[in-house]
């Protein structure tokens, strides 16, 4: 199970104020309508009681049936009132946070999608799930209904003691020893549920986490006999999280049995001075009967008040986790184009940039774990335009400098990306200092992402408003085209989850295809290709080799045939370069990768 303290952070509540403020601020005409609409509909509904102690105070005087007509009008203006005052109220108060919290959706998943990606791993892609969608959830109904109850009900309390003690203080004075018994279960109630909820979202999320770690990883699980043990591990986490609701239940059904004796102590006491005062002729009986129904009243907007507290306690639990997220320092993704494109991708692969442009590494140090290096001091140089391959036994560090160099994971020391390669846009001496630029690098690994949508939808993913004859030549470019037309509704037709599925050879095309529209200047791939001896082998390395023409290119080759082809080979070895060389001076220097080399040929031709 993943643990709680590698969990993304909390925000407190200074931050969260820091985050809410500016967004209620944006709507506050709203919110302002909203306030006077539940304050007016709250006199309306003091009419109601007061509408029914003065029909009681003419029927105990024995008045004509005829007077009873004015509180009846009364009754009926103050119910039309109370309605038509309460939907002003609710839309409004809808207007002024439902788009504050759609901006703050919007910003944590914003957020998200920029996060460290070392970040969300120590995390678990679950707490992270877990928070763009129930956290999430549980603000919006929050903001959909328990704030606009909590407030409606919240000035109804107050208009109404205001009520009881406009007709004789001493009704409000009894009603007051309610007070006590209320303040000691909210007091209580906050104190307990607070931590709870907080822990509860939390278990949820390690419960997200343990699910779609299992079923991302389904294959594997199946392969090597590991059900029994991820359902294990999956039943243990769904145990904490409704373990922690369990309580949360347990502490509100004592919190509610609180309310409703403090209820029965108020409205007692309310009786007992009505019965007094009225008896000792002191205030008359309909008095007394709308200062009854006045409490009998305020029983449904102080449960709301007080219940509505632990919604509010688990979407304020919630949106610490959400506000949390913003406080993340975000990656540094590759810049995009700011422009929409001028003209399709040149089947050559030739790019604006691409005689300009190289890929270095200056004294990088990497490592996934504080104080425990990957890579230590590392310095690697790509010409513009040339082809460098980096192989290496497995854990040797190739992915991992891609990965680097792409921007996908954050350097502890040194520089690593990018840099002009003089002529226009940078010179030599900008070389020289090894100046980073703002271009893309993508990076294309050996598991290529399909999105739900059309074929056009996963290519414009990469470059957004591009036309379809550019996407139609992306895909020509690395020979994609003949299946796609092939299709049927071509580049229209629908893929991934829910439409028609794509084989693996097929999801890495689409994946070339995204570079090639993108038309960078530098491509780093790691093993995007097929294995060896296969059609898709062949099918994929032609699409890569055109792709890659005229461009800088890094490639982490698995297979050694690749990196033979390209014009330097580096080959690596516990995070350090150990040889860097042709395919031919390597193979004379009969060093590692001399070694490396024998050993693969003689595997492939067995």
Partial sequence: MTSITTLLPVADVRTVFAVVRPLLRRHRGALVLALCGLTLASICGLAGPASIGWITQLIADGADPANLLGPGLLLLAAGLGQAGFGWIATVSLSRGIQPGVASLREDTVAAALNLPLSRVEAGGTGDLVSRVSGDAEEVSDAASWAFIAFAGAGITIIMTLLGLAALDWRFALAGALAIPVQGFAVRRYLRASGPIFAAGRAADGARASALLTAFSALPTVRALGLGERERTRIEAASRASMGWEFRAVRTATVFYARLNLAEWIGLTAILVAGY??????????????????????????????????????????????????????PSSPAPTPTSEPESSPQPSGESAGDARVGLAARNLTFGYHPGIPLLEGLNLEVAPGEHVAIVGESGSGKSTLAAVIAGLRAAEGGFAGPVHGGGAGGSGADRERGLPIEIPVPLATQEGHVFAGSIADNLVIARPGSPAPALIEALTLVGAWEWVSALPEGIHTRVGGGGLPLTAERAQHLALARIALVDPPAVILDEATAEAGSDAARTLDAAAEALLRGRTALIIAHRLDQAARADRIIVMEQGRIIESGTHAQLRAAKGRYAHLWAAWASAASD
Avoid: E, K, W
């Fill in 276 to 329: 007094v005062l009225v008896t000792s002729g002191t205030v008359p009986l309909g008095a007394a009967v709308t200062a009854a129904l006045f409490f009998a009243g305020l029983f449904d907007p102080i449960n709301t008040v007080l219940g509505v507290f632990g919604v509010l306690q688990r979407a304020g639990a919630g949106l610490a986790r959400l506000v949390g997220v913003l406080t993340v320092s």
